[in-house]
């Protein structure tokens, strides 16, 4: 049998860890917006041509993350 004296351990833990998610899910994207502006910044630089593709190809991701976002839904 489990160790009856470790469940609250486990629960204080489990809070904790709670509280702190919305705080690295800040973080993660705090840091992925700085990517995408840093690529954008670049991209725009290269010209015209190559922004129309970056566009299309994040479009298409963007449809992609969806199709299987919803898929995965259920």
Excluded: C, H, K, Y
């Excluded at 904790?16 to 690295?24: A, K, N, R, S």
């Excluded at 010209?47 to 299309?56: D, E, F, I």
């Amino acid at each position: 049998m489990d160790d009856v004296s470790r469940f609250p351990a486990t629960l204080a833990e489990e809070a904790l860890l709670g509280l702190l998610l919305p705080f690295w899910q800040l973080v993660i994207g705090a840091f992925v917006l700085v990517v995408v502006v840093a690529s954008v910044g670049r991209l725009a630089r290269r010209g015209p041509s190559r922004m129309a593709t970056a566009l299309l190809v994040t479009a298409a991701a963007i449809a992609g993350f969806t199709v299987v976002g919803v898929l995965l839904e259920n």
